[in-house]
Nanobody, 124 residues
Framework: QVQLVESGGGLVQAGGSLRLSCAAS????????MGWFRQAPGKEREFVAA????????YYEDSVKGRFTISRDNAKNTMYLQMNSLKPEDTAVYYC?????????????????WGQGTQVTVSS
């Protein structure tokens, strides 16, 4: 098990930027593939981005490609999501998640460990 805590959410105007962090504790952080998901009111939780254990490969949902960047620092047991050019449709609760293995990265049900979420609100 790994415990995850997100931070960095807030209210920002359209076109602005935010950087989310996900701090991990417990078992070895570098053993886990990590992902970001988000859930808007009345909608299902959706994939945003994922990063492999070493950070050598990253994956993005199409609507965030070129705007969001996922990264990790295994020495600090922390993952990040840099979000630029934010749009009102990016408004959601953002969750970080951890899983073993590098398959099914886009599927929330593949992840065993979740943070409590952090709210991101983008005003128009």
């Amino acid at each position: 098990q790994v415990q995850l805590v997100e931070s960095g959410g807030g209210l920002v105007q359209a076109g602005g930027s935010l950087r989310l962090s996900c701090a991990a504790s417990g078992r070895t952080f570098s053993s886990y593939t990590m992902g970001w998901f988000r859930q808007a009111p009345g909608k299902e939780r959706e994939f945003v981005a994922a990063i492999t254990r070493s950070g050598s490969r990253t994956y993005y949902e199409d609507s965030v490609k070129g705007r969001f960047t996922i990264s990790r620092d295994n020495a600090k047991n922390t993952m990040y999501l840099q979000m630029n050019s934010l749009k009102p449709e990016d408004t959601a609760v953002y969750y970080c998640a951890a899983k073993m293995g590098s398959y099914g990265l886009e599927h929330a049900y593949e992840y065993d460990n979740w943070g409590q979420g952090t709210q991101v609100t983008v005003s128009s």
